[in-house]
């Protein structure tokens, strides 16, 4: 039979291996609450487990010190689920961790201190793995969807898997009976093997922290890549992108792409006058008018400079020139604000749709658009100037 304190032994060492790969990852990403309390929670049930490994955990055994050595196993996956909910920045409310902590107290205090009993105290750590998994499994969907799917994926099979087969050695324990006087006891051959589920499980869910990490670091990275930095706007090369996926998914011949560039209307003499901090803020000012103006669907850049540009979804080709004015009218309504001098901003647009079927198509559009904006400037600024036709682009 399995010698069930050496596989507790061998499980120690994995999460010790475990905890150092988790301090790592913390200092790597030093702002990342989720990855410091994974480090703590790992590092608080690692030993507790070390206490229950070094200790023959028995009969005699202080209640004191069972209690204590329990509660710092189950405290760790705790620690460890609030890194989850955390790292998803979703934070579950406090009564959820009151809840917990409560089934811990009153589980662990009456299988501890009144009546001492193996098979009590391993069912309420398999009732906090089952709780923590599952609490952990709502949080794991929307990192998904924020950082993909690769981490999520390797962590959320881990913890449905230990859902179930805690649940199943819960179920097989309860119809089993039978008396158990200490944890390593030899004639219980559930022990050894919720043990090896544990090394099993654990191994998955250390790494699966770990991609979950660096997940997060990729989508930045990758978000990093195609944002603009002082206007938090899709930059030139996520214009272009977008561009290029809207050519690939066409499903229609005749598909229209609509096209709106504008900027700042004499935005150096702002600079000039103000200083280029100044200017900066004046962006930032557009930036977020623009933002309230374009719908959802619509996908707003600045691409270069003062010069900014939305792609208008196709199904709205139509409402291009009118959504160009409500965003002339906005920005002329909404003088910037900076320190306490407000600043008169006005922004001149060129508006243009055309069919495009390959990046010639989708270049003519865009100096359909850049000529339609050039018009704007020369007839007097602070306009919208329509492309005169789709054939045009």
């Not at 270069?304 to 196709?314: L, P, Q, S």
Request: aromatic content about 8%; some cysteine; glycine content about 8%.
């Amino acid at each position: 039979m399995l010698d069930t304190r050496s596989l507790v032994s061998a499980l120690a060492l994995i999460l010790t291996i475990g905890i150092l790969l988790h301090f790592v990852n913390w200092r790597i990403h030093r702002t990342s609450e989720g990855a410091k309390f994974w480090c703590i929670g790992l590092s608080v049930q690692t030993v507790g487990l070390f206490l229950s490994a070094a200790f023959n955990i028995g009969p005699d055994t202080d209640p004191a010190f069972l209690f204590f050595m329990n509660m710092m196993v189950s405290s760790g996956h705790i620690l460890m689920l609030f890194g989850t909910a955390s790292f998803a920045e979703r934070p579950f409310r406090p009564y959820v961790y009151a809840g917990l902590a409560g089934i811990m107290a009153l589980g662990y205090g009456w299988f501890c201190l009144v009546d001492t009993n193996v098979i009590g105290r391993v069912l309420t750590l398999a009732s906090i793995l089952i709780a923590t998994n599952m609490l952990s499994l709502t949080r794991l969907w929307a990192i998904a969807r924020r950082d993909g799917p690769a981490g999520a994926v390797v962590l959320g099979a881990a913890m449905v898997a230990t859902i179930l087969v805690s649940a199943a050695l819960f179920a097989l324990q309860l119809a089993n009976g039978g008396a158990v006087q200490n944890v390593y006891d030899g004639d219980n051959p559930l022990l050894p093997v919720a043990v090896m589920t544990l090394i099993a499980f654990e191994t998955t869910t250390i790494f699966g922290y770990l991609l979950l990490s660096a997940g997060y670091s990729q989508a930045r990275l990758s978000e990093m890549a195609l944002t603009d930095p002082l206007t938090g706007l899709a930059n030139r090369r996520a214009f272009d992108r977008e561009i290029v996926r809207r050519l690939a998914t066409a499903t229609a011949p005749d598909r229209q792409i609509a096209m709106i560039l504008f900027d700042i209307d004499r935005f150096k003499q702002v600079n000039d006058t103000h200083g280029h901090d100044v200017g900066d803020r004046v962006l930032q000012h557009l930036a977020t008018i623009a933002r309230s103006v374009s719908r959802r669907r619509d996908v707003l850049a600045r691409i270069g400079g003062e010069e900014f540009a939305i792609i208008v979804d196709e199904r709205d080709s139509e409402a291009l020139e009118p959504l160009a004015g409500r965003l002339r009218s906005a920005v002329e309504a909404a003088p910037a604000r900076v320190e306490g001098v407000h600043i008169p901003v006005t922004v001149s647009a060129g508006c243009a749709r055309a069919v495009c079927r390959d990046a010639a198509d989708v270049e003519k559009l865009f100096r359909a658009a850049d000529t339609a904006l050039y018009s704007a400037k020369s007839n007097g600024r602070n306009r919208v100037e329509m492309a005169a036709s789709a054939g045009q682009a």
